[in-house]
């Protein structure tokens, strides 16, 4: 295994079953996100390449402990369907029994710890509706969260005019885009949106935001590895 190896679908068979048999791994990571329109100047990948990125990051910096899957790119974007042409969307049974099966796949492997690391805010009720089902039936400690869930509200305060997170393809997407993957954001329709909140946003403002919310979601993990974290049953 290439040496800092955190996607698991970059190892072998034999590389996986190392590093999991032997205790290292202690969180598999499963990114979901979406396929949709982002507007006229984002990509419509944004959603599941910005959150596979932090899971990415979250697992380097807490390596060996945490493997990431491959990511659940579709979403639940029946919302988005209006706005022709291009996003792909799913039914909530379906998107929910794929996301079951991933983290069916790792507890069967022997990890028992599972974060559902989420990018699309169309995601976010449909999971939380079915989450304690999860942890029920897995008896795994199983967590859902969007990784804007731990963005400091002063620093979003602080640097984004529109104080919005997440804000579908607006000022805290598009400038997580500009310092994340500045390719992915065609800048001449962000400087002629006529959305203000488009046109605020800058790679500055990104690596800000991005800096800023990187350390707690580290932190998150890591005492999900270490066993201080424990997911509870709710809305009991």
Not at 122 to 145: C, D, E, K, T, W
Not at 164 to 180: C, D, F, N, R, W
Not at 190 to 202: F, I, K, L, M, P
């Amino acid at each position: 295994m290439s040496a800092g190896e955190v996607m698991l679908e970059r190892m072998t068979r034999k590389e996986a079953r190392e590093a999991i048999q032997s205790g290292r791994v202690k969180v598999g990571i499963v990114p979901v996100g979406s396929i949709e329109q982002h507007l006229e100047h984002l990509v419509m990948c944004h959603d599941i390449q910005s959150c596979t990125e932090v899971a990415r990051e979250i697992a380097r910096q807490l390596y060996p402990s945490v493997v990431v899957t491959v990511p659940l790119s579709a979403g639940i974007s029946e919302h988005h369907m209006e706005f022709r042409f291009g996003s792909i969307t799913m039914k909530p049974g379906s998107f929910q029994s794929v996301v079951w099966d991933a983290c069916d796949s790792l507890i069967r492997h022997g990890i028992k710890n599972v974060v559902i690391l989420n990018g699309h805010g169309g995601n976010v009720a449909p999971m939380n509706g079915s989450i304690n089902q999860f942890r029920r039936y897995f008896g795994g400690n199983i967590h859902f969260l969007s990784y804007w869930d731990l963005v400091p509200r002063d620093v979003a305060d602080r640097v984004l005019e529109t104080k919005s997170v997440p804000g579908h393809a607006q000022e805290y997407e598009t400038s997580l885009a500009l310092h994340m993957f500045p390719e992915n954001v065609r800048e001449d329709e962000q400087r002629n949106s006529d959305d203000e909140g488009v046109r605020a946003a800058t790679a500055e403002k990104g690596k800000t935001i991005y800096d800023a919310m990187m350390p707690p979601l580290i932190d998150y993990v890591r005492r999900i590895a270490d066993g201080t974290n424990q997911a509870e049953l709710t809305g009991l």
